[in-house]
């Protein structure tokens, strides 16, 4: 069954103004608009257009809960819910840093915080479900900053050491107020120390050690921009600026100085990162198809003013320094790109059909055509052009700005038409 489904976009402070509505081709609402939802998620369930096809639900979630089987399918209708949340998320300034638990983690956490008494939506509440929270990121803008992962230590001494450079042109060089940061940064656990350090010390008020490392690192990059200006060539130009655009958006947050031990990332347009459990990330501008698993377990390491639990994020974090964690596509058939990550919930895929496609990718009627084989439930979304999608026992047609559930007994899938469609569905 093919059955459309909208959402109104989350109008949270950091959404950009234009970028959804502008991608989607509808008219803009005047305010944020960060986060288009797109599954059943009971914080903001994707809307059904003909509730007639659902028995009456008026939301995916609600439909569901109602049958199961009918939307979910056999396989999956035993868990009573949709493993994936898919979005179109747009960033015009930075989200906070954060990391997701591993599956183990967050049944054990959320099993604690029940029996501890802490309701479900408490602030300090760390454990909103027991399921896990890996993600992927589809860059759909030029380009779309991130920060994902932490740096060799090799790494953050050199940025350091362009920091002691920097002070020393500065009129009042203080180069001590690198030394709680240098002194720290040795031995094996030596970014966990000073992750825990910068939390512990640093969100107590506007005093202390921490508090002038930040307002000095802040002004450090606030002369690397005065050089660059001048025609100086600075290193970690781009990460300096990333401190100046960080400071502006949170004053003051020991977080702007965790930017500095992460990896600076800028994706081009059709690169997608994978942001498994224990990663440190937050993203910090542009447009982007992002997959998740279905759950609300964020644990907060700064750029932030919610609750931080820092013993319980240090417990949860990755501190092994690693490469960028691209997620390479495996080509199915041309025009669909598979993106497969290594978890159970979800893999998306990216179907494109150039609008002066040959003969030779055509089907029947010389229109060209895409496939993509179903074993689980799938949400599609078209961001350009216009394709008929027909299953094994119907059809629908989708064009750009709208998005349909697929159950899964459609089986294979054809996409008929010219455009782009984002795909998300199960394994």
Known sequence: MFVGISNTPRDYAWGSPTAIAALLGRPASGGPEAELWLGAHPGSPSVIADPALTGGAATLTEWIDRDPAAALGAAHAGAGRLPFLMKILAAHSPLSLQAHPSPDRAAAGFALENAAGIPIDAADRNYRDPFHKPEIIFALSDTFQALCGFRDPRQIRSI???????????????????????????????????????????????????????????ALAEQAAFLIEG????????????????????????????????????????????????????????????????????????????????????????????????????????GVAVYRPDVPDFELAHITVPADASTTESGQGGVPMRQVSLTGPAIAICTAGRFLVAGASSSISLARGESVYITPDEGTVTFAGSGEVFLATTP
């Open 231 to 334: 025609g100086a060539r600075v290193s970690f130009a781009a990460e300096l600026d990333t401190v100046r655009s960080l400071s502006a958006a949170y004053p003051g947050d020991p977080g702007i100085v965790i930017s500095l031990l992460t990896n600076l990332v800028s994706l081009k347009r059709g690169e997608v990162l994978f942001l498994p459990a224990g990663n440190i990330h937050a993203y910090l501008s542009g447009l982007g198809v992002e997959v998740m698993a279905a759950s609300d377990n964020v644990l907060r390491g700064g750029l932030s003013p919610k609750h931080i639990d820092v013993d319980e994020l240090l417990e949860v974090l990755d501190f092994a320094p690693l490469p960028v964690p691209y997620l390479a596509p495996e080509l199915q058939a041309d």
């Open 160 to 218: 350091l050491a362009e920091l002691r450079a920097l002070d020393a042109t500065m009129d009042d060089p203080q180069p001590a107020a690198l030394l709680g940061l240098e002194n720290r940064l040795v031995g094996d656990e030596a970014i966990h120390d000073v992750v825990d350090w910068l939390l512990r010390d640093g969100r107590g008020g506007d005093t202390g050690e921490v508090s002038w490392l930040v307002e000095r690192v802040v």
